[in-house]
């Protein structure tokens, strides 16, 4: 048995599977793929309202309990079969597969939207550098840049100034794939991670220095102890959690499909989870010292100035810079940062379908790059660089987040954890080459904990959803954009499915797999390469 699986598994068309070429060069990825816009502009603002300094608490909490133990089980699934989601799950049970097609669905959606938000950070550097909205941010981003129609509804015109930057981070996402794990994901993220810190180390020590930052971390981190006993916040934590730490998109199963046998699991997610929170507890720094100047030059209580999301990037943040001195080198390096950041959770995130693809047809890496990541391009750039645009990317963002992320993840760890009862079997196999031994608290958080505080997750927002409607949009609108796209990935997920797919290399169905440690003993421990994996 251990040795007809060691070969189809890795070997889906005969060519052997592509490797990272070292534990540095995944654990880059892995935080290249965390590290996205949701830390720069989410965290600060989600911290802000439930709770300020006391948010930490129930942070940290999700970060240990959900956030790592999760991200654990991902890289486990992923070094196991060796394989991404769709082809992984379906080895642990053929219906299961459903599972692994709705997360593609799910970063196909993604991916079309993200990058438009690359696209406009890449006009704005050009913007920052001689501040061209003049005296009103908000009036040349929806009404100059982006030409966005007065209200939801159809399309009625193209916007050039977002197409040809769009197609251009489409091309260099794409070439990088192209050249594949260790030349293009590896290499790309070796180079934008070190620039990221740099970018946004030198911006946060900007920040902090100017006029009135105090007043601005006073008002982040000014603790509400009160707010921990609110539900709501608690929630919050870990919406924030998942959502940052990429969990439940599959991409964390794709990436770790690339490590070989022996890599360190455990540590590996350790080291992820904390780099991505410390990038995110820096990013509110910085951000909270920018509002607090802002708010000081306008003479208003930070409250009034703080806001999230695009409004914060591409408003308030033009709003700084315009007033700081010397604010256009400073608004380049801000939109320079959101490109990078945003560009290495796109790759991945596209890197989710392409591999999906290839797993199950055994298909080439070019043509799979082109194909199905040109697929996902084209979509992108058909509907967005739309004069409805921006509220087509608002609505399927939050139906997307919340009915397709946050509802596979929950399906995914109770599918894992109760249906198929895997995670003792997913446990010895991370304990096999992992420094960090899991205890019973790891089955314990994502048995217990996980499935509870996303079930609860996600009665409180239907609850919202029927409450009021998203954004106040209308319930035509929202049926169309909104409800239709998190459905439509789940049944997408269900049509892909039920494809028979031409089993490549004839043998990737039913495998039997060798867990690492039945690999450890088989092996000679002294195998070349081997070392360099820990
Ligand atoms: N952790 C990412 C972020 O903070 O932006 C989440 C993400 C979003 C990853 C979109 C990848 C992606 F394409």
Redesign the pocket.
């Known amino acids: 048995m251990a040795n007809m699986a060691q070969q189809p598994a890795d070997h889906p068309a005969g060519q052997p599977r592509e490797q990272w070429s070292t534990r540095t060069g995944f654990l880059l990825a892995a935080i290249g ?7 720069i502009w ?1 965290f600060p603002a989600v911290a802000y309202e439930n709770g300020g300094g006391a948010f930490l608490v129930p942070y940290l909490i999700a970060l240990l309990t959900a956030g790592i133990p999760l991200l654990i089980m991902e890289y486990t699934i992923g070094r196991r079969y060796r394989t991404s989601p769709p082809a992984a799950l379906r080895q642990m049970a053929r219906p299961a597969e459903v599972l692994g097609w709705w997360q593609v669905a799910i ?1 196909f959606v ?2 079309t939207y ?1 990058a438009v938000i690359i696209a406009w950070a890449v006009r704005y550097v050009g913007f920052a550098a001689d501040q061209a909205w003049g005296d009103d941010p908000e009036g040349f981003l929806f009404g100059t840049f982006l030409e966005a129609a007065d209200e939801p509804g159809f399309v009625s015109g193209y916007v050039s100034g977002v197409v040809w930057p769009l197609i251009a981070v489409w091309i260099v996402v794409l070439v990088i794939l192209a050249f594949g794990i260790r030349r293009g994901i590896e290499k790309a993220n070796k180079l934008f991670i070190p620039l990221l810190v740099v970018f946004f180390g030198a911006l946060v020590i900007r920040a902090v220095t100017l006029d009135g930052a105090a007043q601005g971390l006073n008002a982040l981190f000014s603790p509400d102890w009160s707010e921990l006993s609110n539900g709501s916040v608690w929630v919050a934590a870990y919406g924030q959690i998942f ?4 969990i439940g ?1 599959g ?1 964390m199963v794709t990436y770790a499909s690339y490590l070989r046998r022996r890599a360190d699991l455990t540590g590996s997610a350790l080291v992820a989870g904390f780099a991505n929170s410390s990038f995110e507890i820096l990013a509110g720094i910085g951000v909270f010292a920018a509002l607090g100047f802002t708010a000081q030059s306008a003479g208003v209580p930070v409250d009034e100035v703080a806001t999230a999301g695009l409004g914060l990037a591409f408003v308030a943040f033009p709003t700084i810079i315009s007033e700081m001195w010397a604010g256009g080198l400073f608004g380049v390096v801000f939109f320079v940062s959101l490109v990078i ?2 560009l290495s ?2 790759i ?2 596209v890197q989710v379908v392409v591999s999906a693809v290839q797993d199950r047809t055994g298909m080439h890496r070019i043509p799979a790059v082109f194909g199905v990541g040109g697929a996902v391009a084209i979509v992108s750039i058909l509907l967005f660089p739309t004069d409805e645009g921006v509220y087509f990317l608002d609505a399927s963002d939050h139906f997307i987040n919340q009915y397709g992320i946050a509802l596979a993840a929950l399906v995914g760890v109770v599918v894992v954890a109760w249906v198929l009862r895997k995670l003792p079997e997913l446990q010895r196999d991370a304990d096999a080459t992992s420094a960090v031994r899991l205890g019973h608290w790891w089955r314990i958080c994502l048995g217990l904990i996980t499935p509870l505080v996303l079930g609860w997750m996600m009665i409180d927002s239907l609850r919202k959803e029927f409450d009021e409607n998203y954004a106040g949009y209308s319930t035509d609108f929202l049926l169309a954009v909104g409800w239709s796209v998190a459905i439509g990935a789940l049944l997408v997920g269900v049509v892909l499915s039920l494809i028979p797919w031409k089993a490549a290399g004839g043998g990737l169905i039913d495998l039997d797999m060798e867990t690492a440690e039945e690999y450890e003993s088989h092996h000679h421990k002294d195998d070349p390469g081997g070392k360099e994996d820990r």
């Open positions: 793929s965390a590290v996205g816009l949701g830390n989410r970063c993604i991916a993200y959502f940052s730490l990429s998109f991409i950041a945003g959770s796109l991945s995130i």
